[in-house]
T-cell receptor, first 111, second 114 residues
């Protein structure tokens, strides 16, 4: 059965810290891996990764995919209180339109 | 606003009642998805459409759930004879077929069944 596992499930850091969120997957016919940020509303799109070893970067956030080891990481540097949210990892396969989501990592950034 | 919109944003109903939710996707997106999210979990796939055709339904989708996209634009999700276990956030997302996995989500409809 296809599955996506995220770790840690929750994390508390202080402003300025760097955090690394993990996502591992077992999905038939992998096509892409996506990261979303969810505050008290719908998930907002961060990154989509399809190729191994190519880092995607947006400001203080970056992510990379390892298709051999079946995992991805999301890094956030110099965290701010506005980064507090649930970070969701999702995987899409090529033979279906659906995304399979992990449980999410709840990040709390304290001032 | 050119994003995905959903109505209503909140719905409180009594057990046994029927409810219907609406989703309007991003205008040029031909794929539309429904997910359900409960507290502490990631979204869980329910069903998706390409234009007006419903291409996949989750095994989790009981016979009480039905979705339509009659003209290939907006979609409705109906839950008949609601149960307390149906309480959740119902999320709609849309995408282009070409970039099917790059899905953009609406604000969701939070359903509470009393």
């Amino acid at each position: 059965e296809d599955k996506v596992v995220q770790s840690p499930l929750s994390l508390v850091v202080h402003e300025g810290d760097t955090v690394t969120l993990n996502c591992s997957y077992e999905v038939t016919n992998f096509r892409s891996l996506l990261w979303y940020k969810q505050e008290k509303k719908a998930p907002t799109f961060l990154f989509m990764l399809t190729s191994s070893g190519i880092e995607k970067k947006s400001g203080r956030l970056s992510s990379i995919l390892d298709k051999k080891e079946l995992f991805s990481i999301l890094n956030i540097t110099a965290t701010q209180t506005g980064d507090s949210a649930i970070y969701l990892c999702a995987v899409g396969s090529s033979n279906t339109g659906k995304l399979i989501f992990g449980q999410g990592t709840t990040l709390q950034v304290k001032p | 606003d050119t994003g995905v919109s959903q109505n209503p944003r909140h719905k409180i109903t009594k057990r046994g009642q029927n409810v219907t939710f609406r989703c309007d996707p991003i205008s040029e997106h031909n794929r539309l998805y429904w997910y359900r999210q409960t507290l502490g979990q990631g979204p869980e796939f329910l069903t998706y459409f390409q234009n007006e055709a419903q291409l996949e339904k989750s095994r989790l989708l009981s016979d009480r759930f039905s979705a339509e996209r009659p003209k290939g634009s907006f979609s409705t999700l109906e839950i008949q004879r609601t149960e307390q276990g149906d309480s959740a956030m119902y999320l709609c997302a849309s995408s282009l077929t070409l970039t099917a996995n790059e899905q953009f989500f609406g604000p969701g409809t939070r359903l509470t069944v009393l």
